[in-house]
């Protein structure tokens, strides 16, 4: 077995930089805007062009490389993630720098999808839960240590530094699993078209709806959560970082616990609890954000619910196609920028247009998708004919043979 590494820890560290790449960027803007002689709101494109080019390169990305061997499809996403921080690092003008964060998002649209569907498929049908959960854990921990550190660097130093050590990070991981992954396919129809064909499965739509519906709800509140909490932490921006860290830290052991009880439960009752949960605490928001002990149980349980959403909805998508499953995933990670990016748009909206009382109406506008989101869920359960839970050994992914051979398929 060529395993020179633990690989799916390995994994987790991939997205951990693709995490702090992707949300570091909020924490560095006004540094990016002095430099660049752009005002901030100019400098905003860098985080919107980023989460767009995401969603659109992940699901034709993965359509494209479902029958590539897993070992290469992440070792040229790492390359291409590491040249997009080069060029982000090198950029002397805000058109190039937005050109090398397309370029970085569809490397990162590439990497974890690709990861988690080779995590749940070295892993045995009852572990893929938690398989799952320790790569989406590296991008948990990306908001505990990734984001805070790369924002101090960026203020301290400088923020192409912080793209720098973004690069050298994606170097690294791709040295490490050219030599420490088995070689992986994932078994695949012998066409696109046949891979292609679950996804026009309602519940495939259904499931989704549902990831885009409740990150949406999320990120209308989270992307302001700044001003949101200005009345707990009275504009103090270290007050604030430590409650960013309250909702990191639990955000983490969101993402374990909803890896190990997907595993015992089923993706389904682990996605309905947890997205009821993060429901509850956006509706509360107009009441908790007024003081610091209450905001920080709500960042707390915010970090919790939100995360142990993502092990259950990969493991749903996984499950109806595991040869599909590179696509499907692709699909989810596509939805969940498309949420990212929706939310801070509607967020923007409702803050231009709802007076006084815009702050406090995130909160609830969020938690009325997140009610849609678990509408959707169940409606999807609905349609299916194929249960949550692990597919049984027929439905099973390939599993790496020894010495480098690639499973179901002899080695390109």
């Known amino acids: 077995m060529r395993r020179v590494v633990p690989v799916v820890p390995l994994l987790a560290v991939g997205a951990f930089a693709i995490g702090t790449d992707t949300f570091v960027v909020a924490g560095v803007l006004p540094e990016v805007a002095r430099t660049l002689r752009v005002s901030v709101a100019s400098a905003g494109w860098v985080s919107t062009v980023f989460a767009l080019a995401y969603a659109v390169a992940a699901p034709v990305l993965g359509a494209l490389t479902g029958r590539l061997e897993r070992r290469t499809v992440l070792a040229i996403s790492l390359v291409g993630f590491t040249l997009g921080n080069v060029a982000s690092a090198l950029a002397p003008d805000l058109p190039l720098l937005l050109l090398a964060r397309v370029l970085t998002a569809v490397s990162a649209a590439l990497y974890v999808p690709a990861a988690s569907a080779s995590a749940a498929a070295l892993a045995p049908p009852e572990r893929r839960g938690r398989a799952m959960a320790v790569v989406l854990g590296g991008l948990s921990a990306a908001t505990v240590v990734g984001v805070p550190f790369g924002t101090w660097v960026a203020a301290d130093l400088q923020w192409r530094v912080t793209f720098w050590l973004l690069a050298a990070v994606g170097a ?42 409740f990150m949406t709800g999320g990120y209308l509140a989270l992307t302001y959560v700044g001003a949101l909490l200005a009345p707990a932490t009275d504009g103090d921006g270290t007050v604030l970082a430590v409650l960013l860290l309250v909702f990191g830290v639990p955000a983490v052991a969101g993402t374990v616990l909803g890896g190990r009880a997907t595993d015992r439960w089923g993706a389904l009752p682990v996605l309905l609890v947890a997205v009821a949960g993060l429901a509850v605490v956006l509706a509360t928001l107009p009441l908790t954000r007024q003081a610091l002990v209450p905001a920080g149980l709500a960042m707390a349980f915010w970090g919790v619910t939100a995360m142990a959403t993502q092990p259950a909805q990969q493991h749903r998508l996984f499950a109806i196609a595991p040869g599909s499953g590179p696509l499907l995933l692709s699909l989810n990670s596509s939805a969940t920028f498309v949420g990212i990016a929706l939310g801070g748009f509607l967020g923007n909206r409702l803050l231009r ?50 010495d480098g051979a690639a499973t179901g398929a002899s080695p390109r």
């Open 353 to 402: 247009h709802g007076g006084v009382d815009a702050l406090d109406l995130l909160g609830p506008v969020g938690a009325a998708l997140c009610a849609l989101a678990l509408g959707t869920a169940l409606l999807g359960a609905r349609t299916g004919n194929r249960p949550d839970r692990p597919v049984g050994a027929a439905g099973e992914p390939a599993r790496p043979a020894p």
């Open 172 to 213: 690294a991981c791709a040295v490490a699993v050219a030599v420490g992954l088995p070689a992986l396919r994932l078994p695949s129809g012998p066409g696109l078209a046949v891979r292609l064909a679950p996804v026009r499965e309602t519940r495939v739509g259904l499931a989704v709806l549902t990831t885009a519906l």
